[in-house]
């Protein structure tokens, strides 16, 4: 995990507030790292689930501002689940209890959230990791850039769907969610390839999780994938929060 830093294990538990030092928790370099890599991590001591979720909100409420999400909750608690028992149009319902392609949370959004909170309530007793990719890491070309300025997706989101690109000079977040984008053109298949799970799996970095660890990462700069090494187990909860 160098490129996120070493782990902080500070004992961190019930005292933690909406005031939260996020530099008493990840270290005092917490910014600097989130900045320089694109993520940080820590370990902190929790009693139950309800423990995990304020810190987690604490953490996010930090950084920005906490956004409902699809379920309408600031906090989603998220375990593996078959394809059937899945919300429509989440990655869930397209792969299941497979590996989930690279992606970032909430590219169905008008403007995706800049920042993704999770915290481990329960691993689970296979090795399921969060795999993330620096978009600095792809190297994209010129003639690759404007491919992805050029890749037309529909993005599904109710009545509120809309076309949109993976990429534009206007702004500075990457959108891209296979389980919610259907390419409409060549540029679009063409990118969808670029970006497989195959094609960046060699440019991750793993997260393996344990009860109690936080992840914070940014989300317009990170892409994140669920490994599929292990058997995908149902038992594993993470928390969740995002910010805008």
Known sequence: MN???EIKDVGYRRELSEDADL?????????????????????VSIRD??????????VA??????????????TDKLSPVEADEAIPY???SKYGLQAFPFHVDGAHWPVPPKYVVLGCLDPGENDTRTLLVDRTRIKMSSE???????AVFWVRNGR???????LETSRDFIRFDPGCMEPQNDEARRVMELLSFNSLHGLSEGISWKRGKILVFNNWRILHARDGANQIDKQRILIRTVTL
């Open 160 to 166: 509120k769907s809309f076309y949109a690109t993976v």
């Open 23 to 43: 530099a008493a928790l990840f270290g005092a370099d917490f910014e600097d790292v989130l900045r320089t890599c694109g993520w940080n991590a820590a370990e």
């Open 3 to 5: 490129d996120g830093g």
């Open 90 to 92: 989440s990655l869930s």
């Open 49 to 58: 689930e309800i423990d995990l979720a304020k810190i987690v909100l604490a």
């Open 61 to 74: 409420t930090r950084l920005g501002l906490p956004m409902k999400t699809r379920r309408g909750c600031v």
């Open 144 to 150: 690759v850039l404007r491919l992805a300025r050029r």
